[in-house]
């Protein structure tokens, strides 16, 4: 361990609690306060060593006009990776007060692949500006996958590779990595990719086949010519399905015509799954799946709103089946008394089994292949607890209100709304993804309210003929 890293090791332990792993108030206030009082020496002595992960959670932590101003204090010493660490609020926050040439000289040091994180979220103006000011090479570079649509593999990747011809040996490889320089080379690579003339994507070579080859091997005798590889345009969900099924840490990127672009490392793939069960989480609760903690308090506001709104109107939908039962809820208060628990365990059951079946369309469990299956599952899930809790909740009701026909009722009810809210819990959400319509946005309200008449309209209805019959 060297003499720096030894020193600064303790300095980093002293943003974390080392029990739980939160960030200590007291380190984020000493920080605050060295800002405040724009001690530059003081900033740089508690936030230098942070590694770029807890250097993005500290400036989360920090107020908003504090965090330019961190950057500021730093200078050359702040990591500009660490804004990749942080929401996209945050990161526009910050982005908004650097200068343009700090920004150009933060894109030299950054990977491709982070210094279009943090391109897509300037100005067009701004981003024009900061691409000017680099090097001809890195702006094409860079240009290049911002054209790219947002969320696909040009965005993803990285565009520093090590690519060799085929014609080379391994000796010859391992000798091209000695005498390259380090900034040359990729922070981190796990192969090597064997290319034509034309840029060709031919196959590769992993580092450890290199190491135990013969000095002498050609690469093109140890390479694995039928490597998977992606296009520049595939959606970035599709590529982590890639490497979560063939347990991938990296895969090439190609173009139209098979020429090698760039790679794809893991550790972008697990930003991207991340991303995207956040976003699945918040929209089944429907809230904006862009929403974070760092949002202002008007926008978070506005954003929830109009998905409450929109579940108002399913509400009176449903207060609207109680409406039309009126004569018998005067009669009975029982009735009154026992619809919400129908309606209530009926939309717990739909829950369940739209939650299983949003995560299944997501993750590609759940086809035309096997959709029949899945269906006549759930059916008979739903089926099954429904008389189970029938059985459980009407004997419950005749003993409460000493009334066996109430019972009954309670119980037939109970089965058919648990029934209609599994049925309804994986047919709208697949209706939708057929509809191209994302079901963890949609589905929740649409199931709520499909099981709320459901389970208001089969209790009174059933309620009602067993008046009329009594």
């Given amino acids: 361990m060297s003499q720096d890293h030894e020193k600064s090791a303790p300095l980093e332990r002293c943003f974390r609690d080392e029990e739980t792993g939160e960030p200590r108030a007291d380190f984020v206030a000493a920080v605050e306060t060295a800002i405040a009082a724009e001690d530059a020496d003081a900033v740089r002595a508690l936030v230098a060593p942070l590694h770029e992960a807890d250097l993005g959670a500290l400036i989360e ?21 660490a804004l990749t660490e942080v929401g996209e609020t945050t990161r526009e926050d910050i982005l908004e007060e650097v200068p343009v040439e700090t920004l150009a000289e933060a894109m030299l040091e950054l990977e491709s692949d982070d210094a279009v994180a943090l391109l897509e979220m300037l100005e067009p103006k701004e981003q024009a500006q900061v691409l000017e000011a680099l090097p001809a090479h890195e702006r094409v570079v860079l240009r290049r996958s911002l054209e790219a649509a947002e969320g696909t593999a040009g965005r993803l990747m990285q565009t520093t590779l090590v690519a060799v011809p085929p014609f080379w040996t391994a000796g010859e490889v391992l000798d091209f990595f000695r005498a390259t320089e380090p900034d040359v080379l990729p922070d981190n690579f796990f192969e090597v990719f064997v290319v034509d003339p034309g840029y060709r994507l031919l196959g ?20 694995q010519a039928d490597r998977r590889r ?4 595939e959606e970035g969900e599709e590529v982590a399905r890639m490497f979560e099924r063939y347990n991938l840490v990296s895969v090439p990127v190609v173009d139209e015509a098979e020429r090698l672009v760039g790679v794809i490392t893991i550790d972008d ?15 089944l609760g429907g809230v904006n799946p862009h929403e974070e903690l760092t949002d202002s308090f008007w926008w978070i506001v506005r954003s929830r709103f109009v998905w409450l709104f929109v579940n108002l109107g399913t509400a009176f939908l449903a207060a609207s ?32 089994t739209m939650t299983v079946t949003v995560r299944a369309l997501a993750t590609r469990q759940l086809s035309r292949a096997n959709a029949l ?42 089965l058919t709304n648990l029934t209609a809210g599994a049925l309804g819990g994986i047919l709208v959400p697949m209706l939708f993804d057929r509809l191209n319509i994302d079901p963890a946005v949609s589905s929740s309200a649409f199931v709520t309210t499909v099981t709320d008449v459901t389970g208001y309209g089969s209790f009174l209805g059933i309620a009602t003929l067993w008046f009329r019959l009594g």
């Fill in 373 to 414: 299956r899945i269906i006549f599952r759930e059916l008979g899930t739903g089926a099954l607890n429904g008389a189970a809790f029938g059985l459980i909740t009407g004997l419950v009701a005749a003993n409460w209100f000493e009334n066996v026909g109430l019972g009954q009722v309670m119980a037939l009810a109970m």
């Fill in 204 to 223: 590769t070579v992993f580092l450890d086949a290199l190491v135990r080859a013969h000095p002498k091997t050609l690469v093109e005798d140890i390479m």
């Fill in 61 to 81: 932590l920090l107020g908003h006009e504090a965090r330019p101003k961190l950057v500021e204090l730093m200078g050359a010493e702040f990591d500009f990776l």
């Fill in 269 to 283: 793939v697990v930003d991207v799954i991340q991303e995207a069960a956040s976003e699945e989480i918040k929209a």
């Fill in 230 to 233: 992606v296009r520049f345009d």
């Fill in 321 to 352: 089946v109680l409406k039309s039962f009126e004569n018998q809820l005067q009669q009975m208060v029982a009735l009154a008394v026992l619809a919400p628990i129908v309606a209530s365990q009926g939309g717990n059951s739909a829950t369940q």
